[in-house]
C-alpha cells in the first residue's frame, strides 16, 4: 500500500491514540493517506522482568494490546488494509475517550485485562462493521509473527530507544519519527501547523532528539483527564511514570 504516513501504533498506548488522533485532523486537512500497522510494546518488552520495571497493571495491558493488534491483524488479512482503520478508531474510543465504567472498578490491572477478551471486542467490532468472528484471533498466536516483523520494522526505523507511535513519514526514502507525544489535541487550526513544525525538524539530516521527560497526563477521558486545561505535570522515564522515592508509580 502506498501511504503518504505509515503509522505504528499498539491500541492500548494513551500516546500513540492522543497522537493518532492529531494526524487524523492533518489527514483531513492536507488529504494525506495514513497505513495503519502495528508494534506490540509487549513483544518489545518480551525479555523484561514485568515485576521489576514496570507497576503491576503494565504486564495486563500490554498483553491486552497484543491480543487486540492480532484481531486487527486477521482484520487486515481477510478485509484489507483500510479496515484498521475504523477498527484502531473504535477500540480508542472505547478505550480512551469513553469515562471510566463504574462496572471495571475491580483495580486497573483488572480493567487493562479485560481489553484483551471477547465481551470486549466483540461490540467494538461490531461498530466498525466487522465480523465478531475475528475476535477467535485473540488467542491465535500464529498472528504474532506478522506483529513482531512490523514492530522490528518500526523500531529500524527509529532505533530501538523508543516507545509508540512511531510515524514514518512519505515512506519509504522519508523521515521516520517516535512521537511527537502530545497530552492535548491541538485546535483545528493549529493542528497542520503542528504538523509542519514536527516534519520540519525531522527533515534536517543533523537533527538527533528533542526531548524532556516531564509530561501532562493525556487530556482523555478514560483517565480522567480534563479535556480543555493544562493537567499535572508528571515524570516519565523508559516508558512510564517515574515515583520521586526512586520506585515505579503505577
Avoid at 74 to 83: K, N, Y
Avoid at 107 to 128: K, Q, S, Y
Avoid at 193 to 216: C, I, M, N, Q, T
Wanted: charged content about 25%; overall charge negative; aromatic content about 10%.
Amino acid at each position: 500500500m502506498s501511504a503518504t504516513i505509515n503509522f505504528y501504533f499498539d491500541p492500548v498506548c494513551p500516546f500513540a491514540w492522543m497522537t493518532s488522533k492529531w494526524v487524523r485532523q492533518v489527514q483531513a486537512q492536507r488529504d494525506y493517506t495514513v497505513d495503519w500497522r502495528f508494534i506490540s510494546l509487549r513483544l518489545i518488552n518480551a525479555e523484561v522482568d514485568y515485576d521489576a520495571h514496570f507497576p503491576p497493571e503494565y504486564e495486563a495491558g500490554h498483553t491486552a494490546g497484543l491480543r487486540l493488534l492480532r484481531v486487527a491483524a486477521r482484520a487486515r488479512a481477510e478485509h484489507g488494509r483500510a479496515s484498521v482503520a475504523g477498527l484502531y478508531a473504535a477500540l480508542g474510543a472505547h478505550i480512551f475517550d469513553a469515562a471510566p465504567d463504574p462496572a471495571d472498578q475491580r483495580g486497573e490491572g483488572g480493567v487493562r485485562e479485560r481489553r484483551g477478551t471477547r465481551g470486549f471486542v466483540e461490540p467494538i467490532l461490531d461498530e466498525a462493521g466487522l465480523p465478531r468472528a475475528l475476535a477467535q484471533a485473540l488467542d491465535d498466536e500464529s498472528w504474532d509473527r506478522g506483529i513482531r516483523q512490523e514492530t522490528d520494522e518500526a523500531l529500524a526505523l527509529t532505533g530501538k530507544d523508543v516507545g509508540t507511535p512511531i510515524i514514518h513519514f512519505e515512506p519509504p526514502a522519508g523521515v521516520a519519527f517516535f512521537g511527537p507525544v502530545i497530552s492535548r489535541l491541538p485546535d483545528e487550526d493549529s493542528a497542520a501547523k503542528l504538523w509542519d513544525h514536527v516534519v520540519g525538524l525531522a527533515r534536517f539530516p543533523g537533527f538527533a532528539e528533542l526531548k524532556r521527560s516531564l509530561r501532562e497526563q493525556p487530556q482523555l477521558a478514560a483517565l480522567r483527564g480534563n479535556t480543555t486545561t493544562v493537567g499535572q505535570q508528571e515524570d516519565w522515564q523508559g516508558g512510564r511514570k517515574a515515583d520521586p522515592s526512586g520506585r515505579n508509580n503505577p
